[in-house]
């Protein structure tokens, strides 16, 4: 059974700041991985795709690495904005389009 | 990507009673699926809902509890069943597409008293 971790579980950083957040699965056998943005009490917003065959994906200031055989992503987030402010949730999918998702980081970025 | 509604956004209900939840895709989509976000958690699967047969279960979630329909190809719908405080969660509907990227309806936030 397909188990994912998400380090650390909090993170509070001063604005300008780059930060990595972690994300470990236990089951190489993926067929993707995805990151997410959560706000408080809204729904998921995707950000990033990263196929099992990619090493990492881009958007704008937003980095996604995936190492499959170690079973690790990190997001990296440059120049970090009050903005960015959310929990962050990585997903580990299958090919049968279901998804595991680790408990998220819940990151402040202070003015 | 697709947009996907669902309704309500939110609500309060009674201990005992149940709740619909609707789901609606604005395109044809093969597979959707129910998520449960309890406080302060992550995200847990609860069924797939296929279109024209029984949804299929994770376990510990069984259809007595979680009655699932899928009448066609946009739309499902989620009832959450004798309710009790516990069933308090924002209920999430999703469906992949492309190379199988999730994307996530805005999640309907249940309060049970």
């Known amino acids: 059974k397909q188990e994912v971790t998400q380090i650390p579980a909090a993170l509070s950083v001063p604005e300008g700041e780059n930060l990595v957040l972690n994300c470990s699965f236990t089951?190489?056998?993926?067929?993707?991985l995805q990151w997410f943005r959560q706000d408080p009490g809204k729904g998921l917003t995707s950000l990033l795709l990263?196929?099992?065959?990619?090493r990492e994906q881009t958007s704008g200031r937003l980095n996604a690495s995936l190492d499959k055989s170690s079973g690790r992503s990190t997001l990296y987030i440059a120049a970090s904005q009050p903005g960015d402010s959310a929990t962050y949730l990585c997903a580990a999918n299958t090919n049968a389009g279901k998804s595991t998702f680790g408990d998220g980081t819940t990151l402040t970025v202070k003015p | 990507s697709a947009v996907i509604s669902q309704k309500p956004s939110r609500d309060i209900c009674q201990r005992g009673t149940s709740l619909t939840i609707q789901c609606q895709v604005d395109?044809?989509?093969?597979?959707m699926f129910w998520y449960r976000q309890q406080p302060g958690q992550s995200l847990t699967l609860i069924a797939t809902?296929?279109?024209?047969?029984?949804?299929?279960?994770e376990s510990g979630f069984v259809i007595d509890k979680f009655p699932i329909s899928r009448p066609n190809l946009t739309f499902s719908t989620l009832t959450v069943s004798n309710m009790s405080p516990e069933d308090s969660s924002i209920y999430l509907c999703s469906v992949p597409e492309g190379a199988n990227e999730q994307f996530f309806g805005p999640g309907t936030r249940l309060t049970v008293l």
């Open positions: 089951d190489s056998a993926i067929y993707n």
């Open positions: 809902a296929n279109q024209g047969s029984e949804a299929t279960y």
């Open positions: 990263i196929q099992s065959s990619q």
């Open positions: 395109s044809q989509v093969t597979m």
